[in-house]
């Protein structure tokens, strides 16, 4: 007589339900893995507004007082979300982190394609308006900020063999510096704006129109890619990140690195070729 039916009623149940787990967790030869999701908050949706409001003040700056306090706010909760661990079941020798970066970069490659094709385009339809507008940037000032951005990413590969060997000292330096060269690059940029506009190449232009667009969204990648490393260099002061978990900071090298070479796309259609 088999087990089940010599226990009691209650105990033969009890046999028969972990026998039907047994077999739900040995399926396909292997145990199904939990499903892991991050807590409930709201906090990215009071990122999406942020973001949406600080979009729109670049043209009503008075929305610029509201949508930014609330991207801080919102990105400050998110930096407490804890990292979760992603098991495919297909490429399963690839984290799916790492391919939904790929796949994003991937989309981002069409998208300033797009941009700089329409730079080009109007570049070749209106010969004479990009001369004379080339004439006015700042060879030297752009120049600058190629440099910086390009030392930045060999600042962000040390600092990932920094945390990846847990020297957290050396890890600091060299993201504090990323920091410092990712807000450099604005500032030159901002600047060369404001120099622009004051020599009467605004947005209406058509040089105003391709330059301003397609410079702004790239400087609105940086910018994004400055915010999300000051909350990696948050998460790493709190001991998320270390030399066994450090997925998180090449995500971010993959994004800072596409950042770069798309600006040194950008400086040799815009500012090297007349």
Excluded at 71 to 92: D, K, S, V
Aim: hydrophobic fraction near 55%; avoid cysteine; glycine fraction near 10%.
């Amino acid at each position: 007589m088999s087990t089940v039916q010599l226990a009691t009623p209650e105990t033969a149940h009890d046999v028969e339900q972990l026998a039907a787990e047994e077999r739900a967790l040995s399926r396909n030869g292997h145990e199904q893995e939990e499903i892991h999701l991050p807590p409930p908050s709201i906090a990215p949706l009071i990122v999406g507004v942020g973001g949406t409001l600080t979009v729109i003040g670049l043209i009503a700056p008075l929305l610029l007082v509201v949508g930014l306090p609330l991207t801080l706010f919102g990105l400050l909760r998110m930096a407490h979300f804890p990292e979760i661990e992603l098991h495919g079941r297909f490429l399963a020798h690839l984290d799916p982190r790492k391919l939904g970066m790929w796949a994003f970069l991937a989309s981002e490659i069409m998208f300033f394609g797009a941009l700089i094709g329409t730079f080009i385009a109007f570049k070749i339809d209106h010969p004479e308006a990009f001369k004379a507008a080339h004439e006015v940037l700042s060879l030297p000032l752009a120049t600058l900020g190629t440099t910086v951005l390009i030392v930045s990413s060999f600042a962000v590969v040390m600092g990932l063999e920094a945390i990846q060997s847990d020297d957290r000292r050396v890890f600091f330096n060299w993201m504090g510096l990323t920091l410092l060269f990712g807000a450099t690059f604005l500032g030159t940029q901002a600047f060369e704006w404001y120099e622009l506009m004051h020599e009467g190449i605004k947005a209406g232009n058509i040089f105003g129109t391709a330059f301003f667009v397609t410079t702004g969204f790239h400087g609105l990648h940086v910018l994004i890619g400055v915010g999300w490393l000051g909350l990696l260099m948050l998460r790493a002061a709190r001991g998320v990140y270390s030399s066994s978990n450090n997925l998180g900071i090449e995500l971010f090298g993959l994004y800072w690195h596409f950042v770069d070479v798309v600006w040194i796309v950008l400086f040799t259609v815009i500012y090297l070729i007349a």
